[in-house]
């Protein structure tokens, strides 16, 4: 079946350090939402991009869809304590079914 | 609106007993969908209802699992008999279209069969 992947898994960076996490599909997606879920939290919507090539941005977060919509990134700059947590991404098909990345785990080392 | 509600917040039982996890959609949404969330296999769709009708339960892992949507505010997930692998944080989230806006999710139901 379609697979949503993500990687890494985990990524431990200094404070201060820039991080990126990389979503792929196995076919193309209608869009991408990217949710962020804090330890012991429940996750929580950032974004969502829709067209081929688009960028977004959030304060330190860049969101990016890939021209053939099949992969996304999310990259942040110059992290903080705050970030901590795991990052998802969702991709819709085209039959509408909405599958997530099984997420990078983000850890803050100060 | 407070949000997604999901009861109870944690629940421990007993294997071969019957688990029922609620929840209560943000007023308005037009989606509700239910996931499991473990270590091993991450966050896994288990079934969505459009305006209380399931649209697709392919992930609900078997006979075991079932879910109902009685009304627009509210909907059920059960377990009967429970198993310990069963055990999982499990989350409840509503849209307004689906995946098309913002999904918002409850706040989960962490379970453990024991």
């Known amino acids: 079946g379609q697979q949503v992947m993500q990687i890494p898994q985990y990524q431990h960076v200094q404070e201060g350090e820039d991080f990126t996490t990389y979503c792929n599909s196995s076919t193309t997606l209608s869009n991408i939402q990217w949710y962020k879920q804090r330890p012991g939290g429940h996750p929580v919507f950032l974004i969502q991009l829709v067209k081929s090539g688009e960028v977004k941005k959030q304060k330190r977060l860049t969101f990016q869809f890939g021209e053939a919509k099949k992969n996304s990134s999310l990259h942040i700059t110059a992290t903080q304590t705050t970030d901590v947590g795991t990052y998802f991404c969702a991709g819709r098909n085209r039959d509408d079914k909405i599958i997530f990345g099984k997420g990078t785990r983000l850890h803050i080392l100060p | 609106d407070a949000g997604v509600i999901q009861s109870p917040r944690h629940e421990v039982t007993e294997m071969g007993q019957e688990v029922t996890l609620r929840c209560k959609p943000i007023s308005g949404h037009d989606y509700l969908f239910w996931y499991r969330q473990t270590m091993m296999r991450g966050l896994e769709l288990l079934i969505y209802?459009?305006?209380?009708?399931?649209?697709?339960d392919s992930g609900m892992p078997e006979d075991r699992f079932s879910a109902k949507m009685p009304n627009a505010s509210f909907s059920t997930l059960k377990i009967q008999p429970s198993e310990p692998r069963d055990s999982a944080v499990y989350f409840c989230?509503?849209?307004f279209g689906a995946g098309t806006t913002e999904a918002f999710f409850g706040q989960g139901t962490r379970l453990t069969v024991v």
């Open positions: 209802f459009n305006n209380n009708v399931p649209i697709d």
């Open positions: 989230a509503s849209s």
